[in-house]
């Protein structure tokens, strides 16, 4: 059973979807999840996080910052962009 | 034409021009809405992950932490109040700055003293002209609120809070800005967003229950994390509730413009023509008096 993962932050969702995993800066130590994951909330500290989706190309985005929160396969996580830009080059209006 | 005939038709001239004034302003605000509407949903799958995140830790843990706790060295109280930055909206900000002085007489009454935070160039003239102080003020875009503005607002708010009492800390904060219901109806609203009160189970009815969460790090880091967040994106829907809901009362009211501008043409046109009328009535009767005259001569 794939993850649920949503992608947010403050003004917009960036990516949302189902995924097979994701790597996430965590304060102290990369953390990978896979389907099945125990509930974690997370601090993120700035680095890549990686979303390696069920279909297509992986997502990466810099962060300068955030929490990931992990609750039966739903995975949430709050990010501070480094950038405004939008990945899918859909500039908000 | 009559002195009179003319002065009507100037009335009916210049309202004519203010009414399309107000109808271009009624569509702008029109327009603008949806927008402001569509930033605020897209806002709230945020402010849902940070809710559920915070009531998490609640439930949880019993960690004590300097925002949700009570001060008691100091008796300022910070309030922000959000008004728009024109007017032509009707009673929007009106509304909003009489709840504002109601809170404050109401904190007065408690004791406290009142540090005023004002968004918004109304309320900045506002209290300017009752010479109040005003210890910082955003204006500009209340129509459609940054991001970075609402941050900015967020870290001074909570620096203030975090402040010791003799640099002006402040022990509470209440927010006053005006809440979104729907098109017709928007209501000025008081908050008190610090120190926060974290209900255990806060978490919206019909959601599955939290899960035994792992803290990574540790809950406190978690929570410090948090509560900022919180804080600032709580911050950011009342700009975003207040800016859709500025545009509905500009909007309700500017189509009340037309409609009484559309009321004193009609008004005036009615009286042109009367006088109109009645000029010609009093040269065809001096006309005819004339004629008998000379005719009876």
């Known amino acids: ?93 | 034409m009559g002195a009179q005939q003319r002065i009507y038709k100037q009335r009916i001239r210049s309202t004519q021009t203010l009414k399309k004034m107000f109808r271009a302003m009624e569509l702008i605000a029109a327009s603008r809405i949806g927008k402001a509407r569509d930033r605020a949903v897209k806002a709230s799958p945020y402010a849902r992950a940070i809710t559920r995140a915070v009531s998490a830790v609640a439930t949880h843990t019993d960690v004590q932490h300097p925002l949700t706790t009570e001060r008691t060295d100091t008796t300022r109280a910070a309030v922000l109040i959000v008004t728009a930055d024109r007017g032509q909206a009707g009673a929007y900000s009106a509304s909003v700055l009489r709840e504002a002085e109601r809170l404050r007489l109401q904190l007065e009454d408690e004791g406290k003293e009142v540090a005023l935070y004002v968004t918004g160039r109304r309320g900045v003239s506002f209290y300017q002209f009752r010479r109040r102080e005003i210890v910082q003020s955003w204006t500009g875009n209340s129509d459609s609120p940054a991001l970075e503005t609402a941050q900015e607002i967020g870290n001074t708010l909570l620096d203030a809070f975090q402040a010791p009492a003799e640099d002006g800390g402040v022990a509470e904060l209440h927010v006053v800005f005006t809440q979104f219901k729907s098109m017709v109806s928007q209501e000025p609203q008081v908050i008190r967003l610090l120190p926060l009160e974290v209900v255990d189970g806060v978490a919206p009815v019909g959601e599955k229950p939290l899960p035994l969460y792992e803290f990574e790090p540790s809950p406190e880091a978690v929570l410090d994390a948090l509560l900022p967040r919180y804080i600032r994106s709580r911050l950011f829907n009342a700009l975003l509730q207040a800016a859709a809901s500025e545009l509905a009362a500009r909007q309700r009211a500017m189509n009340t413009a037309t409609k009484n501008a559309e009321d004193i043409i009609r008004k005036y046109t009615r009286l042109a023509n009367q006088a109109r009328q009645a000029e010609i009535t009093q040269e065809i009767s001096e006309i005819v008096s004339g004629s008998d005259a000379l005719a009876a001569s």
């Open chain 1, 1 to 93: 059973m794939p993850l649920k993962v949503e992608m947010v932050s403050a003004d917009r969702t960036w990516w949302s979807g189902e995924a097979q995993s994701v790597g996430a800066p965590a304060a102290d130590g990369d953390l990978g999840i896979l389907p099945g994951h125990q509930p974690v909330l997370a601090v993120l500290r700035p680095g890549t996080v990686r979303v390696r989706p069920s279909g297509g190309e992986p997502v990466t985005m810099d962060i300068s910052g955030g929490f990931l929160s992990v609750d039966s396969d739903d995975v949430t996580i709050v990010v501070d962009p480094t950038t405004s830009e939008d990945p899918a080059g859909t500039v908000e209006n």
